[in-house]
């Protein structure tokens, strides 16, 4: 079965200082990763993917993540937050093979300092 | 750009009332989703449907839940009998393919009193 861990359900930085919104996920099998975004009162909206190409994916609105197997890791990171940033971060794992369900973190909150 | 769409926004519903929860896909989506998220929590998976039927559900989607796809566009999860604890906020997501990422929509905040 796969999991993913969210450190921190809360993160706050100041404006223009870097993003980092950590995540691990469990999985038996190769993962297709994913970090999706709430807005207040709004849908999740996807980031970013990981399927098995490139490391380092680079998603919508500055954001990025890099896949590292030896640590089991995806992390978001933006290297400069905007007030408009602030929102509920989800990170997701999927098995890339016969299994559509995404399994969904526990969720971050960002807050961004003027 | 395509959208997935969910209607109502928000609806309350007395506790053994049945409530209907619709959603349109977007247009060439093949394969359609439930997920849930009680206040506070994560969001749970909750069924994917694909080819007019039930290709994967988790062990909250019991016997009170069924979706259907009664047209061509519409996609609707069907709770019979409500219980308080199935308060929540629904997503209805939609992929391409399966492999493909799941496109979401607002979400339907259900209240059951």
């Known amino acids: 079965a796969q999991s993913v861990t969210q450190l921190g359900s809360h993160v706050s930085v100041s404006e223009g200082a870097l993003v980092l919104l950590r995540c691990n996920y469990s999985?038996?099998?190769?993962?297709?990763l994913f970090w999706y975004v709430q807005y207040p009162n709004q849908g999740l909206q996807l980031l970013l993917k990981?399927?098995?190409?490139?490391?380092l994916v680079k998603g919508i609105n500055g954001f990025e993540a890099e896949f590292k197997k030896s640590e089991t890791s995806f992390h978001l990171t933006k290297p400069s937050a905007h007030m408009s940033d602030a929102a509920e971060y989800f990170c997701?794992?999927?098995?890339?093979?016969?299994?559509?369900?995404?399994?969904f973190g526990t969720g971050t909150r960002l807050t961004i300092i003027p | 750009e395509p959208e997935v769409t969910q209607t109502p926004s928000h609806q309350v519903t007395q506790m053994g009332q049945e409530v209907i929860l619709r959603c349109v896909p977007i247009?060439?989506?093949?394969?359609f989703y439930w997920y849930r998220q009680i206040l506070g929590q994560k969001v749970e998976f909750l069924v994917s449907?694909?080819?007019?039927?039930?290709?994967?559900k988790s062990e909250i989607f019991d016997d009170q839940f069924s979706v259907e796809r009664p047209d061509g566009s519409n996609f609707t999860l069907k709770i019979r009998s409500t219980k308080l604890e199935d308060s929540a906020m629904y997503f209805c997501?939609?992929?391409?393919?399966?492999?493909?990422?799941?496109?979401f929509g607002q979400g339907t905040r259900l209240t059951v009193v």
């Open positions: 997501a939609s992929s391409l393919f399966r492999a493909a990422e799941a496109f």
């Open positions: 999985s038996s099998v190769p993962p297709y």
């Open positions: 990981y399927t098995s190409a490139a490391t």
């Open positions: 997701a794992v999927r098995i890339n093979f016969g299994n559509e369900k995404l399994t």
């Open positions: 247009s060439n989506h093949l394969y």
């Open positions: 449907f694909y080819n007019n039927e039930i290709s994967e």
